[in-house]
């Protein structure tokens, strides 16, 4: 089994059919950070995913056919990529187009480009792990975002909610200041 790895960027997409409205997932994998596969000595890799969390759709590049891809469009490299489609998931510029022979079309625009990139069905024998270990690992970051927000923030310096001890004679009121005038209590005989 593969080791669980969220995906870096994600977005939630519609596909473009009639009827009910159905809404794929939309996440790419490629360098963590610009110039990461460069650093390594390697080849930039980029890949497009979409899924129903039943079918698997992916780009399925290979370094060659992203050189290729890469040579028709503008962008300079896998990092560009990356940074289209962050800012195209941010700003809901992502279109899905499922076409009749099981291949997908995915369309992201940035300002006034488009890229499109076409995909095909993952067979399910390769698409079980990957959608396995891609809820494990999106699980994986579910529980370390809940971990984060139940500890104290102690890089701020915060305590957790401050509990302060109420002094003797100390005004009710306006905590901190001591009362002008002792507690003289209420007399119920006066009545």
């Known amino acids: 089994m593969q080791r669980p790895s969220a995906p870096g ?11 009910p409205e159905p809404r794929y997932l939309c996440y790419c994998e490629g360098p963590a950070r610009p110039g990461r596969d460069a650093d390594l000595g390697g080849t ?37 990529y990356w940074a289209w489609f962050r800012v195209a998931c941010d700003q809901h510029a992502v279109s899905l187009a499922l076409k009749e022979d099981s291949s997908a079309s995915l369309t992201i625009s940035k300002e006034e480009k488009t890229l499109t990139f076409d995909l095909s069905k993952v067979p399910h024998c390769e698409a079980a792990p990957r959608l396995q270990a891609l809820m494990l690992g999106l699980a994986e970051q579910a529980r370390g975002l809940e971990r984060q927000l139940a ?10 909610p401050a509990t302060r001890k109420w002094m003797p004679g100390e005004s009710l009121i306006n905590p901190g200041f001591k009362s002008k005038k002792p507690a003289s209590g209420v007399n119920f005989d006066d009545a």
């Open 151 to 160: 500890d104290p923030d102690f890089r701020r310096g915060a305590q957790g």
């Open 9 to 19: 960027s994600l977005c939630l997409v519609p596909a473009q059919a009639s009827g």
């Open 44 to 80: 930039p890799t980029f890949n497009l995913y979409v899924t129903d969390a039943l079918e698997l759709w992916s780009t399925s590049f290979t370094p060659e056919s992203l050189q290729k891809h890469r040579a028709q469009h503008d962008p300079d490299g896998a990092e560009d």
